[in-house]
C-alpha cells in the first residue's frame, strides 16, 4: 500500500540552527501538507501546497518556516532559525484531490530543539 | 482555537463491546468530516469520513454519524477489538481537505 514517507524520524539541533525535514508524498497526489503536534496539544495545520506554491497557511507559519517541492517526489520544511518553542512531532500528509479527500500522514518527525 | 472539541481525554471499553467516540464542532462551514487513528511514534492513520449532506456513514466496523443541528458526530465502533486501542482524532474541514482542523483527541483502550 503507497505510504507518505518522512525523513528523519528524529531531529535533534541546537536553538538557532537551521532544519530541514523531509518527504515523500505518495506519488500520484497532487496536494502536500505539513502539520505539527506539540506534546500533549492538537494536530495543527502548518501549511498546504499545490502546483509548487502555497496554497493555505496558517498564523503558525512565519518568515522562519519555508516549504519546498525540489525535485518531483520530495516535499521539504524549512526552518531557519529554529527556536525551543518549535520542538514538536512534525508530520507530513498528502492527498489526491481537494474536495472530501483524506489526507495520509507519514509516520511523523520528531524535532527536539535544545 | 477550540472549534474542534472531544471532551472525554480517555474512553475504556471491553473487547466485543460497542465503542462510541464523540466530537462536537462549533464552526457551522465546516463541510467535511473525518476520524483518524493514532498509535505511539506513528502518523494518524485515516479511518472513515463523512460529508456534510449526509448523517451517517459505514465501513466495515465503523460508523459514523453526524447530526448538523448539534454540531456533533460520533464514531461506534462494533466490535471493539483489541488492535482498536489507539488514540482517535477527529477532524474538520472547509471545502475538502485543504486544511483539517483535529479535535484534542480520545485514548481508547479496549480491554480484554
Known amino acids: 500500500e503507497p505510504e507518505v514517507t518522512q525523513t528523519p524520524s528524529h531531529q535533534v539541533t541546537q536553538m538557532g540552527q537551521e532544519v530541514i525535514l523531509r518527504c515523500v508524498p505518495i506519488?500520484?497526489?497532487?496536494?502536500f501538507y505539513w502539520y505539527r503536534q506539540i506534546l500533549g496539544q492538537k494536530v495543527e495545520f502548518l501549511v498546504s501546497f499545490y502546483n509548487n506554491e502555497i496554497s493555505e497557511k496558517s498564523e503558525i507559519f512565519d518568515d522562519q518556516f519555508s516549504v519546498e517541492r525540489p525535485d518531483g517526489s520530495n516535499f521539504t520544511l524549512k526552518i531557519r532559525s529554529t527556536k525551543l518553542e518549535d520542538s514538536a512531532m512534525y508530520f507530513c500528509a498528502s492527498s489526491l484531490d481537494r474536495g472530501n479527500a483524506e489526507a495520509f500522514f507519514g509516520q511523523g518527525t520528531r524535532l527536539t530543539v535544545v | 482555537d477550540q472549534q474542534v472539541k472531544q471532551n472525554s481525554p480517555s474512553l475504556s471499553v471491553q473487547e466485543g463491546r460497542i465503542s462510541i467516540l464523540n466530537c462536537d464542532y462549533t464552526n457551522s462551514m465546516f463541510d467535511y468530516f473525518l476520524w483518524y487513528k493514532k498509535y505511539p511514534a506513528e502518523g494518524p492513520t485515516f479511518l472513515i469520513s463523512?460529508?456534510?449532506?449526509?448523517d451517517k456513514n459505514e465501513d466495515g466496523r465503523f460508523t459514523v454519524f453526524l447530526n448538523k443541528s448539534a454540531k456533533h458526530l460520533s464514531l461506534h465502533i462494533v466490535p471493539s477489538q483489541p488492535g482498536d486501542s489507539a488514540v482517535y482524532f477527529c477532524?474538520?474541514?472547509?471545502?475538502?481537505?485543504?486544511?483539517?482542523?483535529f479535535g484534542q483527541g480520545t485514548r481508547l483502550t479496549i480491554n480484554p
Open positions: 477532524a474538520a474541514s472547509v471545502g475538502g481537505a485543504q486544511k483539517l482542523v
Open positions: 506519488s500520484n497526489h497532487l496536494y
Open positions: 463523512i460529508s456534510s449532506i449526509k
